[in-house]
């Protein structure tokens, strides 16, 4: 019995006759396959929630999830600007709430134009430029404890600092206050430390780091043997007692500078062939751009406690301009900006995983030959205002601003907590001797009032200095007193010297002066 019953249910899906009838059974089974798993109670109970808690999540973070970018009107545009042509990846243009300094094109040399902020509008071609360097400028970096203070490397192999009038450049300037020479290959990149005053670091394609005192132009730190090849970039954490550097040779390191030690280093943190960029955030960790194997383009986190694998890989584009990063310490939002690229892209970095969250991407029309980012203390607090870039085209320079969109007129403390401030932690001398400061901060509550900045001073020690130096740093405790009256002899015989210079000169301006009597004498009785 059972089994008829089995052979009359089979056969009523095949016996059909019609073809209206097969079709609207396919159709059935079709519906009855589909419907079936979001019919199923127990799947629809599990993912409910987890949309909920991936929402929750989302608004959580949504502090910067609103940022938008705004281009401003042309008249606010710097035009007619020559940007350089160098293939080289850096920024280009550096910026503080007083200046914005642009990369151009020069003829017999390289040279940087220096604006003030407020100089927008057509800039004209005789406008006076900073030229100093016998090759082309590659990089530039304004000092952050003086806004008049810019430091440039070039490809003649030298570091020139140079001290910019208060409103400006009025003739052209070939005369920096001092030139730093140890590199013999061509200086790719600048950058002042944080939070001591006078310190700058330079590296070179000689793949050599040097630290300098630029109060006295000595080289104090000489990285030599730990880069084989180009290096890309170098970044200081917070409080300046590590660097981060990206090198040719695809390795990724932390180094104590003064101990002249690699405290942390990771072997291809990322595969692709083409440059990277490292650079340290304010908990310590390092954040990193590059490329895949496959020329895909990645951002990735590293702890340096452990760098053998990392927190977090995002893989974006196959876009083949360099990423370059900046990054807010207040805020922990990156912006990624590729060179050729249109667009910035900008995300949030938290301590929860996946640790590095996507907000947003500003696009434009033109692509970016490089660009220059605002410190935070030069930012409009009263519109809302988290970040400002400078944006280079081939002929202008195009600033774009990002904002928090905010209903209330009233200081938003979230969005501008104390920033880094423009007085130095230390003296050179002091964190070369192993001190280490932590910035220091200032509120933007009533906005930031420049202060008046002080005269760069170099006094440039020679070589009796530097030998009485070392006879100091090699003798006793007991004999240290008086090494340290010798080394003030130098200084007392440069003054005798002076001063004997001085009655030379008035010397000589007598005898000129005699001697033309005499002339005049001697004319007089030959006629």
Same mark, same amino acid.
């Given at each position: 019995?059972?089994?008829?019953?089995?052979?009359?249910?089979?056969?009523?899906?095949?016996?059909?006759?019609?073809?209206? @009838?097969?079709?609207?059974?396919?159709?059935?089974?079709?519906?009855?396959?589909?419907?079936?798993?979001?019919?199923?109670?127990?799947?629809?109970?599990?993912?409910?929630?987890? #949309?909920?808690?991936?929402?929750?999540?989302?608004?959580? @973070?949504?502090?910067?999830? =609103?940022?938008?970018?705004?281009?401003?009107?042309?008249?606010?545009?710097?035009?007619?600007?020559?940007?350089?042509?160098?293939?080289?990846?850096?920024?280009?243009?550096?910026?503080?709430?007083?200046?914005?300094?642009?990369?151009?094109?020069?003829?017999?040399?390289?040279?940087? $134009?220096?604006?003030?902020? =407020?100089?927008?509008?057509?800039?004209?071609?005789?406008?006076?430029?900073?030229?100093?360097?016998?090759?082309? !400028?590659?990089? /530039?970096?304004?000092?952050?404890?003086?806004?008049?203070?810019?430091?440039?490397?070039?490809?003649?192999?030298?570091? #020139?600092?140079?001290? /910019?009038?208060?409103?400006?450049?009025?003739?052209?300037?070939?005369?920096?206050? !001092?030139? $730093?020479?140890?590199?013999?290959?061509?200086?790719?990149?600048?950058?002042? =430390?944080?939070?001591?005053?006078?310190?700058?670091?330079?590296?070179?394609?000689?793949?050599?780091?040097?630290?300098?005192?630029?109060?006295?132009?000595?080289?104090?730190?000489?990285?030599?043997?730990?880069?084989?090849?180009?290096?890309?970039?170098?970044?200081?954490?917070?409080?300046?007692?590590?660097?981060?550097?990206?090198?040719?040779?695809?390795?990724?390191?932390?180094?104590?500078?003064?101990?002249?030690?690699?405290?942390?280093?990771?072997?291809?943190?990322?595969? &692709?062939?083409?440059?990277?960029?490292? /650079?340290?955030?304010?908990?310590?960790?390092?954040?990193?751009?590059?490329?895949?194997?496959?020329?895909?383009?990645?951002?990735?986190?590293?702890?340096?406690?452990?760098?053998?694998?990392?927190?977090?890989?995002?893989?974006?584009?196959?876009?083949?301009?360099?990423? $370059?990063?900046?990054?807010?310490?207040?805020?922990?939002?990156?912006?990624?900006?590729?060179?050729?690229?249109?667009?910035?892209?900008?995300?949030?970095?938290?301590?929860?995983?996946?640790?590095?969250?996507?907000?947003?991407?500003?696009?434009?029309?033109?692509?970016?030959?490089?660009? &220059?980012?605002?410190?935070?203390?030069? $930012?409009?607090?009263?519109?809302?205002?988290?970040?400002?870039?400078?944006?280079? =085209?081939?002929?202008?320079?195009?600033?774009? !601003? #990002?904002?928090?969109?905010?209903?209330?007129?009233?200081?938003?403390?979230? +969005?501008?907590?104390?920033?880094?401030?423009?007085?130095?932690? +230390?003296?050179?001398?002091?964190?070369?001797?192993?001190?280490?400061?932590?910035?220091?901060?200032?509120?933007?509550?009533?906005?930031?009032?420049?202060?008046?900045?002080?005269? +760069?001073?170099?006094?440039?020690?020679?070589?009796?200095?530097?030998?009485?130096?070392?006879?100091?740093?090699?003798?006793?405790?007991?004999?240290?007193?008086?090494?340290?009256?010798?080394?003030?002899?130098?200084?007392?015989?440069?003054?005798?010297?002076?001063?004997?210079?001085?009655?030379?000169?008035?010397?000589?301006?007598?005898?000129?002066?005699?001697?033309?009597?005499?002339?005049? @004498? /001697?004319?007089?009785?030959?006629?």
């Amino acid at each position: 019995m059972h089994e008829k019953l089995q052979q009359q249910d089979r056969p009523k899906p095949v016996e059909v006759k019609s073809d209206e @009838q097969g079709q609207s059974v396919k159709v059935a089974q079709m519906k009855a396959a589909f419907d079936s798993p979001q019919k199923t109670p127990d799947k629809a109970v599990e993912r409910k929630p987890s #949309m909920r808690k991936d929402m929750k999540r989302v608004v959580r @973070q949504s502090k910067f999830r =609103h940022v938008f970018g705004q281009v401003v009107k042309n008249d606010q545009c710097y035009d007619d600007i020559r940007v350089s042509r160098v293939t080289w990846d850096s920024a280009f243009c550096a910026v503080n709430p007083k200046f914005v300094a642009i990369i151009i094109e020069a003829s017999g040399g390289g040279a940087f $134009l220096v604006l003030p902020l =407020h100089k927008t509008g057509r800039i004209d071609k005789s406008y006076p430029t900073v030229c100093g360097h016998t090759g082309p !400028v590659l990089d /530039i970096d304004w000092c952050p404890h003086n806004d008049q203070v810019i430091a440039s490397g070039s490809e003649d192999c030298t570091v #020139m600092v140079w001290q /910019i009038p208060e409103n400006g450049l009025i003739t052209s300037m070939s005369e920096p206050v !001092v030139v $730093l020479e140890g590199h013999s290959k061509r200086v790719g990149i600048i950058t002042w =430390h944080p939070t001591a005053r006078n310190v700058l670091l330079s590296a070179g394609c000689d793949n050599q780091i040097i630290i300098w005192n630029v109060g006295t132009g000595e080289a104090m730190i000489s990285l030599e043997d730990m880069h084989p090849d180009v290096i890309y970039n170098v970044s200081w954490n917070r409080n300046g007692s590590l660097i981060c550097t990206s090198c040719k040779d695809k390795a990724v390191r932390v180094i104590d500078p003064r101990k002249e030690t690699i405290v942390a280093e990771k072997e291809k943190a990322h595969e &692709g062939a083409r440059p990277m960029r490292a /650079i340290f955030l304010a908990d310590g960790n390092v954040l990193t751009t590059g490329f895949s194997r496959m020329s895909e383009r990645q951002l990735a986190l590293w702890n340096v406690q452990n760098m053998e694998e990392p927190m977090t890989v995002n893989e974006m584009d196959t876009s083949n301009g360099v990423l $370059l990063p900046f990054y807010d310490p207040d805020t922990n939002v990156v912006y990624l900006c590729g060179k050729g690229d249109s667009s910035i892209r900008y995300f949030e970095i938290t301590d929860e995983a996946p640790y590095v969250h996507f907000l947003n991407t500003f696009s434009s029309k033109e692509p970016q030959r490089g660009m &220059g980012y605002m410190p935070k203390r030069g $930012l409009d607090v009263n519109k809302c205002e988290i970040a400002r870039f400078y944006k280079l =085209h081939e002929r202008k320079c195009e600033p774009i !601003v #990002m904002t928090v969109p905010r209903k209330s007129d009233l200081f938003q403390e979230d +969005l501008y907590p104390n920033t880094a401030g423009p007085d130095p932690a +230390l003296e050179a001398e002091e964190w070369f001797e192993g001190k280490n400061g932590d910035p220091i901060l200032i509120s933007l509550k009533d906005g930031y009032v420049p202060v008046k900045n002080r005269e +760069l001073k170099v006094c440039k020690r020679n070589l009796w200095d530097q030998k009485v130096a070392k006879n100091t740093e090699n003798s006793s405790p007991a004999n240290k007193p008086a090494c340290e009256a010798q080394s003030t002899k130098p200084e007392i015989d440069m003054q005798a010297v002076l001063k004997e210079v001085e009655s030379l000169k008035d010397l000589v301006s007598s005898q000129e002066k005699r001697i033309l009597k005499l002339e005049e @004498q /001697i004319s007089k009785i030959a006629i």
